[in-house]
């Protein structure tokens, strides 16, 4: 028995989660550092410190633990394609969007995250301090997690919307059924009184 398109788009939607979860699962992780650069009125240099030897260690990440999180990465977005090669007219702004924050939240950790990691180990950080460049890669942390909350809020409105669509062509084809049962039910009434005249 094949899948139908719409149990592909359901696979879709649970890749897209499994992607968007794990990436924010793996960046909240910094918020033990980056909520002081960036929150704590009384942080210290020693809180900078503790953030740049934090970001010089994800450097030296191992390459396989790198690709996995690519892998995982990768598979969010073959779910978003899979959502968006036949969207529902109504709901495929909302699919793009989806789609379109993924690729934004990639593209944070590409220009910004990733390159911050490496000045933390060239020490060069351009026209900025380096504590100013330690708090522009806090930033860039907090601007993909909320991009990938944004992917997940949209994917559970889908869902929604999708649900509550299902519940209302439930009781629409339940009052159809219960309404034609009524006629027939009306009918052969007529037809026995018929015959009894």
Same mark, same amino acid.
């Given at each position: 028995?094949?899948?139908?398109?719409?149990?592909?788009?359901? +696979?879709?939607?649970?890749?897209?989660?499994?992607?968007?979860?794990?990436?924010?699962? +793996?960046?909240?992780?910094?918020?033990?550092?980056?909520?002081?650069?960036?929150?704590?009125?009384?942080?210290? %240099?020693? /809180?900078?410190?503790?953030?740049?030897? /934090?970001?010089?260690?994800?450097?030296?990440?191992?390459? &396989?633990?790198?690709?996995?999180?690519?892998?995982? &990465?990768?598979?969010?977005?073959?779910?978003?394609?899979?959502?968006?090669? =036949?969207?529902?007219?109504?709901? %495929?702004?909302?699919?793009?969007? !989806?789609?379109?924050?993924? +690729?934004?939240?990639?593209?944070?950790?590409?220009?910004?995250?990733?390159?911050?990691?490496?000045?933390?180990?060239?020490?060069?950080?351009?026209?900025?301090?380096?504590?100013?460049?330690?708090?522009?890669? &806090? !930033? !860039?942390?907090?601007?993909?997690?909320?991009?990938?909350?944004?992917?997940?809020?949209?994917?559970?409105?889908?869902?929604?919307?999708?649900?509550?669509?299902?519940?209302?062509? %439930?009781?629409?084809?339940?009052?159809?059924?219960? &309404?034609?049962? /009524?006629?027939?039910?009306? =009918? %052969?009434?007529?037809?026995?009184? =018929?015959? =009894?005249?």
């Amino acid at each position: 028995m094949g899948l139908s398109y719409k149990d592909v788009t359901a +696979v879709g939607t649970g890749l897209i989660l499994i992607g968007a979860s794990f990436i924010m699962g +793996v960046f909240f992780a910094n918020q033990t550092y980056d909520y002081n650069l960036l929150f704590n009125s009384e942080a210290t %240099q020693e /809180h900078f410190d503790n953030a740049l030897k /934090h970001y010089q260690t994800l450097f030296y990440t191992a390459p &396989a633990v790198r690709y996995i999180l690519l892998g995982v &990465a990768s598979i969010g977005l073959i779910g978003g394609l899979i959502r968006v090669y =036949k969207p529902n007219p109504d709901l %495929q702004l909302f699919e793009y969007c !989806s789609l379109g924050l993924y +690729v934004f939240g990639i593209c944070v950790f590409i220009t910004n995250i990733k390159t911050g990691i490496e000045c933390s180990i060239t020490r060069n950080w351009g026209e900025v301090t380096e504590n100013q460049g330690l708090a522009v890669i &806090a !930033s !860039s942390n907090i601007i993909l997690l909320l991009l990938f909350t944004g992917v997940i809020v949209l994917q559970a409105g889908l869902w929604y919307t999708r649900w509550e669509h299902e519940q209302r062509l %439930q009781k629409f084809y339940a009052e159809e059924a219960a &309404a034609q049962t /009524h006629n027939a039910t009306e =009918k %052969q009434n007529k037809k026995q009184d =018929k015959k =009894k005249d």
